[in-house]
């Protein structure tokens, strides 16, 4: 029997304190998985993608997992999609769960973790683009270490008033009003120029970017990405498909990883006047973490539906 997690399953059992927690022991041991994680994506004849990762592989957890979305920017929600959730044993299909979900938690989760390592303060938090992927930002940066005030600019007005309004914010006009104000800048958008440069900044200044995890996106310019530390989560990647790609950077640009930095193989910002950047790209074990956090959850809850694929 295969459970079945939907979305309002999976907000009703995950929880952001656990999830980061989980996040946190995968970064510091994602090293050690025997297979590396690949990420397929294809253009489509339709006006959207195709991506695929598997495996979603970590020491300690008898699991796998495979995802695969659509990503369609202009259907709401944007990203639609499966994970399967397969034993490692025999490839029992454990569970399917709905991706955006998924996706959205981890990737936010991960960001807020990144945010939390690396920022010097979050006395004032700026988001540009406030869809799913920062709502999850928010909440967990929230969770791990508490702001002051937050501004928050949409090319959506009316999104950008009901994220403010939710998380007790204002709503600014543009991404230089809001890094000209904040401490730390959370960016999530499918931009594909850059929104600031190194201009537009001030020293101390923490962003984290995750608007470019496909060919063509980009957020930031390459003399901010030059100019700041500069983590990513795989350096091989954010230059084939991510940030550095998009600025015409090799991976050699980037400093470090964030999983070297919780390591501490890596000390990350030593200074209060450095300006720092994380601009992950998402890996397939990032999707087995939450997955088997919200199956075994869900086991113990009694939550979600059992359905029986090959009868």
């Not at 499966?82 to 960001?111: K, N």
């Not at 690396?118 to 006395?123: M, P, Q, S």
């Not at 500069?230 to 954010?238: C, G, H, K, P, Q």
């Amino acid at each position: 029997m295969t459970l079945l997690l939907t979305r309002s399953d999976l907000e009703a059992v995950l929880e952001p304190e656990a999830c980061a927690d989980a996040l946190r022991d995968g970064f510091r041991n994602a090293e050690g998985a025997p297979v590396a994680g690949q990420r397929v994506r294809t253009d489509l004849p339709f006006p959207g993608t195709a991506t695929a990762l598997i495996p979603g592989l970590l020491p300690g957890i008898p699991a796998y997992t495979v995802k695969v979305n659509a990503k369609f920017p202009d259907a709401r929600p944007a990203l639609r999609g499966v994970i399967c959730l397969h034993s490692g044993e025999d490839g029992e299909l454990l569970a399917l769960l709905d991706s955006a979900t998924v996706t959205a938690w981890r990737t936010g989760l991960a960001a807020a973790l990144g945010t939390h390592v690396l920022a010097a303060c979050v006395e004032v938090v700026g988001v540009i683009g406030a869809g799913a992927q920062a709502e999850l930002m928010v909440r967990g940066l929230g969770a791990l270490l508490p702001y002051r005030a937050l501004v928050v600019h949409d090319t959506d007005g009316e999104r950008a008033a009901a994220f403010a309004a939710r998380h007790g914010g204002r709503v600014l006009g543009s991404a230089r009003e809001v890094a000209a104000v904040a401490d730390t800048v959370l960016l999530a958008t499918w931009s594909r120029s850059p929104l600031l440069a190194l201009a537009d900044t001030r020293e101390g200044q923490h962003f984290t970017s995750l608007g470019a995890d496909e060919p063509g996106k980009q957020e930031l310019a390459a003399d901010l990405l030059q100019a700041a530390l500069l983590v990513v989560d795989d350096r091989e990647l954010a230059a084939r498909t991510g940030a550095l790609a998009a600025a015409d950077l090799p991976a050699e640009a980037a400093d470090t990883t964030l999983g070297a930095v919780l390591r501490g193989e890596h000390p990350g910002r030593t200074a209060a006047t450095t300006r720092s950047v994380y601009a992950p790209v998402g890996l397939p074990w990032q999707d087995l973490a939450l997955a088997w956090v919200a199956y075994r959850a869900a086991e113990r809850r009694g939550v979600g539906r059992r359905i029986d694929l090959l009868n």
